[in-house]
């Protein structure tokens, strides 16, 4: 509802800037404009004048997004800083090993469904292009798994072939680890990977945040990489009871693993957007304010001008009766 009288009022406050007549036209209307002072100081006054209350309502508008976004980061906040412990043990039991060279990588790219949030999105954006071109190869298969709108408006104009998956509309309503941990099983199920490198923006504050990388290997991955010595090496000093195989509990470790990291994922992504939100609408009602003020001394001194120009006539029609 904001988001549309922001862009209903910027079209208003554009109007008397864009004109359907050529330049010819408009500069004659100026000239013939110019030949009558009083019809042109009214009309100049009454522009200056619809740009202010298009600025005014702008920014009331910005101010507005601005305590929705505060009260949304406050509601959001406290879920991913308590989420963070879901992920935190299975780094610990099997690593997170960015540099892993594998045959089939999946990125899965987190962004917002909806924009005015800064360069958020564009971050994660950058990010999984530059993954995707560094596990490309000629005997490699990399795909995107998008959720969100804005990054599949980005990645789907030059990437639409390595697009595996696409989810939106996330944010709509809250999100619960249950729904997060139904998404990853879906992803799974839709996707054959080696590696999964999950892209998105770690909160940090309000005015800062950090792209972030978290990559969750497949079972047959991890097993060789713990056979081989490797980062992994420590797994097989655990021992496994019950009547399980080791490949069936590294599969079920994989998909916990998954479901956890991208439901922290998910909610530090939401935190970041709605901190860039805060950060876009302060720096746009201050702009506005700017604006604002620039208009008023505008609009000041063109009424000024056309007291004195008023007087000036009067003055002058009098002296010449006089004389």
């Given at each position: 509802?904001?988001?549309a009288?922001?862009?209903?009022e910027?079209?208003?406050f554009?109007a008397?800037?864009i004109s359907s007549?050529p330049?010819?036209?408009i500069r004659?209307?100026?000239?013939a404009?110019?030949?009558?002072?009083l019809?042109l100081?009214s009309?100049s006054?009454q522009?200056?004048?619809?740009r202010?209350k298009?600025?005014?309502n702008i920014?009331?508008?910005?101010?507005a997004m601005?305590m929705?976004?505060?009260?949304?980061l406050r509601a959001?906040?406290?879920?991913?800083?308590n989420s963070?412990?879901?992920?935190?043990?299975?780094t610990?039991l099997l690593?997170d090993?960015?540099?892993?060279?594998v045959?089939?990588?999946?990125?899965v790219?987190?962004?917002?469904?909806?924009g005015?949030c800064?360069g958020i999105n564009s971050?994660?954006v950058?990010?999984?292009?530059?993954?995707?071109?560094?596990?490309?190869?000629?005997?490699?298969?990399?795909?995107?798994?998008?959720?969100?709108e804005k990054a599949?408006?980005q990645?789907i104009r030059d990437?639409?072939k390595d697009?595996?998956?696409s989810?939106?509309?996330?944010q709509?309503?809250?999100?619960n680890?249950?729904?997060?941990?139904?998404l990853a099983?879906?992803i799974l199920?839709?996707?054959?990977?080696d590696?999964?490198?999950?892209?998105?923006n770690?909160?940090?504050?309000?005015?800062?945040?950090?792209?972030?990388?978290?990559?969750?290997?497949s079972p047959?991955?991890?097993e060789?990489?713990a056979e081989?010595?490797?980062k992994?090496?420590?797994?097989?000093?655990y021992?496994?009871?019950?009547?399980?195989?080791?490949g069936e509990?590294?599969?079920?470790?994989?998909?916990f693993?998954f479901s956890c990291?991208l439901?922290?994922?998910?909610?530090?992504n939401?935190c970041s957007?709605?901190?860039?939100?805060?950060?876009?609408?302060?720096?746009?009602?201050r702009?506005?304010?700017?604006?604002?003020d620039?208009?008023?001394?505008?609009?000041?001194r063109?009424?000024q001008?056309s007291?004195?120009?008023?007087l000036?006539?009067?003055?002058?029609g009098?002296s010449?009766l006089?004389g």
């Amino acid at each position: 509802m904001a988001m549309a009288a922001l862009r209903r009022e910027g079209r208003r406050f554009a109007a008397p800037l864009i004109s359907s007549q050529p330049m010819t036209a408009i500069r004659s209307s100026l000239i013939a404009e110019e030949q009558t002072p009083l019809g042109l100081r009214s009309i100049s006054t009454q522009v200056v004048r619809n740009r202010m209350k298009s600025v005014k309502n702008i920014q009331k508008i910005t101010k507005a997004m601005k305590m929705v976004a505060a009260s949304k980061l406050r509601a959001i906040q406290t879920g991913a800083e308590n989420s963070r412990g879901l992920w935190q043990p299975f780094t610990a039991l099997l690593g997170d090993v960015p540099s892993v060279d594998v045959k089939k990588n999946v990125i899965v790219t987190i962004s917002s469904d909806k924009g005015l949030c800064g360069g958020i999105n564009s971050t994660s954006v950058k990010i999984s292009k530059a993954i995707h071109k560094l596990t490309a190869g000629p005997e490699k298969e990399t795909k995107y798994v998008i959720l969100g709108e804005k990054a599949k408006a980005q990645l789907i104009r030059d990437s639409r072939k390595d697009i595996e998956l696409s989810i939106t509309e996330l944010q709509k309503n809250p999100l619960n680890y249950t729904q997060v941990s139904v998404l990853a099983d879906d992803i799974l199920k839709n996707v054959e990977y080696d590696a999964l490198r999950i892209v998105f923006n770690k909160f940090h504050s309000v005015v800062s945040f950090i792209p972030t990388m978290s990559t969750v290997l497949s079972p047959e991955v991890v097993e060789k990489e713990a056979e081989s010595g490797g980062k992994l090496g420590e797994l097989d000093s655990y021992e496994i009871e019950g009547g399980e195989t080791k490949g069936e509990i590294l599969q079920n470790l994989a998909e916990f693993q998954f479901s956890c990291v991208l439901f922290n994922a998910i909610l530090e992504n939401a935190c970041s957007e709605q901190g860039a939100r805060m950060s876009a609408m302060d720096s746009s009602s201050r702009n506005a304010g700017e604006m604002l003020d620039r208009l008023t001394l505008t609009y000041n001194r063109t009424r000024q001008a056309s007291i004195t120009t008023e007087l000036i006539e009067i003055i002058s029609g009098a002296s010449a009766l006089e004389g």
